[in-house]
């Protein structure tokens, strides 16, 4: 890491710091913390960051990926889920601590006068926190990669082009019969067995059955009309 890079993190670092001494400003006076109490608390929550920050600068550089753009993935990821990690983390510390009524392990107490012991015990806690949130983000990060590519799969089915099934090809073969004016109906015919069976005629065979009556008609002679006798003008 060049020295203009060096700088800028520290600079960030200068800033995010700042903002927690405006918070220690902006809390209520009968609330606010003494300077020590605060920079115990605050240095726990730097020494975490400082282990999260090196953590994602060994993790961006593990891929032959754009490291900038892993560590950025990182840093979102740990802003969001991981902040919600820490915080059901610390809440679930605090409830086993306060079951086992270990008074130096409790987050911001620190004993009267002022024990290191406290301190130590607290960030060592802090830190076992933060190894848990960083093993579930990369884990996360790890399944956004499977979840990557399962969505281009599924997107490529949205977007591929459709088989037509048989139903379509049937239901569009309907469509240009009834366009084209051609019908069909069904007719009943007897098996040899003398059950009656249906026979799909479409609109050609229906044409060749036709001809086939009028050639018959044809060649059918036809017989003699009667000549009707009459008597005095009177059809017998």
């Keep these: 890491m060049h020295s203009f890079g060096i700088f800028l993190q520290g600079l960030l ?22 300077w020590r109490i605060w920079f115990l608390d605050t240095s726990k929550q730097a020494i975490g960051m400082l282990f999260i920050h090196f953590a994602n600068v060994y993790l961006a550089d593990l891929t032959e990926e754009d490291p900038c753009s892993l560590y950025l993935i990182n840093f979102l990821l740990d802003a969001t889920v991981g902040m919600l990690l820490i915080y059901a983390g610390v809440r679930a510390v ?12 409790r987050f911001g107490e620190y004993g009267d ?10 960030c060592a806690l802090y830190i076992v926190i933060m190894i848990f949130e960083k093993s579930v983000v990369f ?9 990557k590519a399962l969505m281009f799969w599924v997107v490529d089915n949205f977007l591929m082009r459709k088989g037509k099934t048989k139903a379509k090809l049937e239901e569009r073969g309907a469509n240009q019969d009834s366009r084209n004016g051609s019908k069909v109906r069904y007719r009943r015919a007897a098996s040899h067995d003398e059950s009656e069976s249906e026979i799909l005629i479409s609109a050609d ?20 009309a009667k000549k009707k006798k009459h008597r005095f003008g009177l059809p017998v």
């Design 13 to 34: 670092g200068v800033v995010a710091f700042s903002t927690l001494m405006l918070k220690r400003f902006r809390e209520p006076k009968h609330e606010r913390r003494p």
């Design 94 to 105: 605090s409830v086993v601590v306060e079951w086992q009524q270990w008074e130096a392990l």
């Design 113 to 122: 006068p002022l024990q290191c012991g406290a301190w130590v015990g607290q």
């Design 139 to 147: 884990i996360v990060l790890l399944i956004l990669q499977w979840k």
């Design 205 to 224: 065979d229906e044409m060749e059955e036709s001809d086939v009556e009028e050639d018959l008609r044809r060649l059918t002679p036809l017989k003699p």
